[in-house]
């Protein structure tokens, strides 16, 4: 079993930053493959960035390089998603996610049908 909580969405204007959190709990984080998503209304969940299971290789989607950065602090059983110069188009539930495979391209990670557990999700709202 593996247990995950988002928090640090909220309301940003344009341009500006916010850092999410996702705390992992019921198996060993540092062997959990993580990834962010994001879902707007009416649309389909879809990949932002993950990062694989020792920490090696960090992935993003298109829209997202250069201003979001991934990370992860085992120690603290936490992966974190840094997001910077935000846009309205970022107005999104987003949600983490944690495959028990040992996952490290690209395109598996930005699968959705390879991660086990998620978590509700935060809300981020960017205002223009």
């Known amino acids: 079993q593996v247990q995950l909580a988002e928090s640090g969405g909220g309301l940003v204007q344009a341009g500006g930053s916010l850092r999410l959190s996702c705390a992992a709990s019921?198996?060993?984080?540092?062997?959990?493959?993580m990834g962010w998503f994001r879902q707007a209304p009416g649309k389909e969940r879809e990949f932002v960035a993950a990062l694989t299971w020792n920490g090696d290789s960090t992935y993003y989607a298109d829209f997202v390089k250069g201003r979001f950065t991934i990370s992860r602090d085992n120690a603290k059983n936490a992966v974190y998603l840094q997001m910077n110069s935000l846009k309205a188009e970022d107005t999104a539930v987003y949600y983490c996610?944690?495959?028990?495979?040992?996952?490290?391209?690209?395109?598996?990670?930005?699968?959705?049908?390879?991660?086990?557990?998620w978590g509700q999700g935060t809300q981020v709202t960017v205002s223009s």
């Open positions: 996610g944690a495959s028990i495979r040992l996952y490290s391209s690209h395109s598996t990670l930005a699968n959705r049908d390879n991660y086990r557990y």
């Open positions: 019921g198996r060993s984080f540092s062997s959990l493959a």
